[in-house]
């Protein structure tokens, strides 16, 4: 049997593409042998070539000249998302960029299967863009838009936790009800559904839907968060002018937050921070801030800081390592110091799983399954705020990377066949 549908999960951090063979859905493999593709574009100067997931990471870090890309998907709905980017002396738009690394997910997915899909069921956060009902379908239609530029004759999209909902559903023995818990990247969703086994052979499930909600905080929020509070100070952050103002902190905000690290590397930026650099209090510090700019590696920061995100998740401490800012500069981070600074967005994030109940008109005590999907949802103060949250439900921990993706082509088979 060909199939002609599939699903494609594009995250803010990792990407995954899936079919369902009439049996079961499954992950296809996109790099080396795994199912996810890491969301990032290196475009190689050196040898005028461009690399995707893990083999742009790797280009980036060999050394090779060149612009990497991530949190793509955070550029919809933004107003960054018609602005586009120079690189190498060209003007790349943002829009050919997310459809090119798109197009390439699709190649990989058809090349696994040996066939041609004609049609694809995208996934999308709840909320792309928060309080804004018009910029959040703005972005929606744009990501329309892109797929359907790329040849697919159907697409159409799902919530990412409903999706998450119908992969779990395959393996539930009971009615439950089910707080799916989605925590990817950029976005925080949560769906609250009747699933069962009878349940999910029917073709409409609107009445097994009791709620949804969502809120743009993700792992890269996590990462931004402890990367200003832990690692951003090291390089001057919160220090002094001469005169006892404070040093502005666009630059290390633009460090932190992967979509705008490319703007610190203007040379109105580098040549800016070297004047300010007469008038600094601490100039040691400042110094390792004028070195990270000018050698560009703001993109190592952040991979360290998602890095020591995920090593925080199961230890009470760990070593950042500061070495492209100076030589043997290495910071320890306590667990403590991370959950302190990442505390106001778990807050938002709770309250996004309470908006959820209440547009359901369902108590806590209800829920008997909180279903967590999404790779940030491993985050410890988080998965306790949650529990704590509802503590009559049961955890389930899914497939963290790629229960949203199985559940994408659950739906492209029952809407495309």
């Known amino acids: ?43 190689n100067l050196d040898e005028d070539s461009m690399a ?12 090779f000249e060149g612009r990497l890309m991530r949190s793509m998907k955070s550029l919809l709905g933004s107003g960054l998302m018609d602005a586009g980017t120079d690189v190498g002396g060209r003007h790349l738009a943002f829009r050919d960029l997310i459809g090119g690394f798109i197009a390439e997910i699709r190649r990989r997915a058809e090349m696994q299967t040996q066939s041609r899909f004609d049609s694809v069921v995208v996934g999308r956060p709840v909320r792309f863009v928060d309080d804004d009902a018009a910029a959040d379908q703005l972005a929606e239609d744009t990501l329309a838009q892109i797929v359907r530029k790329l040849g697919f004759r159907d697409v159409s999209f799902q919530f990412e936790p409903i999706a998450a909902a119908h992969a779990f559903e395959q393996t539930v023995a009971r009615e439950s009800l089910v707080l799916v818990v989605d925590i990817g990247g950029g976005t925080s969703d949560f769906s609250l559904v009747r699933l069962s086994p009878e349940r999910r052979r029917a073709a409409d499930r609107s009445a097994d839907l009791l709620g949804n909600s969502g809120v743009h905080i993700g792992g890269t929020d996590f990462d931004k968060r402890l990367s200003l509070a832990c690692v951003m100070p090291e390089l001057g952050m919160g220090g002094l002018l001469a005169s006892g103002a404070v040093l502005p ?10 979509h705008t690290i490319h703007l610190a590397y203007h040379r109105s930026v580098l040549a ?63 667990r ?35 279903f967590f999907t999404g790779g940030s949802s491993a985050v ?38």
């Open 1 to 43: 049997m060909s199939i002609t549908a599939c699903g494609i999960d594009f995250g803010t951090s990792n990407s995954t593409a899936a079919i369902h063979d009439g049996s079961a859905a499954r992950l296809l493999p996109l790099e080396d042998g795994r199912p996810t593709l890491p969301s990032a574009v290196f475009f």
């Open 52 to 63: 995707y997931g893990r083999a742009a990471l790797n280009e980036y870090l060999e050394g």
């Open 249 to 258: 902190n666009t630059t290390y905000f633009q460090l932190a937050t992967w």
């Open 272 to 334: 800016g921070l070297q004047d300010m650099s007469l008038d600094v209090a601490d100039p040691r510090r400042f110094g390792r801030l004028l070195r990270v700019v000018r050698e560009r590696s703001g993109h190592q920061i952040a991979m360290r800081a998602e890095a020591a995100k995920i090593e925080l998740s199961d230890t009470e401490g760990c070593v950042f390592d500061l070495d492209m800012a100076e030589a043997g500069l290495a910071v320890p981070i306590a």
């Open 336 to 370: 403590d110091a991370f959950e302190a600074s990442i505390a106001a967005e778990i807050a938002r994030v709770c309250e996004a799983a309470q908006r959820c109940l209440d547009q359901a008109g369902v108590p806590a005590a209800a829920v008997d399954t909180l």
């Open 380 to 417: 410890p103060a988080l998965r306790g705020a949650l529990s704590r949250q509802f503590p009559d439900a049961r955890p389930v921990e899914g497939d963290l990377y790629g229960s949203v993706g199985c559940g994408l082509a659950v739906v492209a088979r029952q809407r495309y066949g």
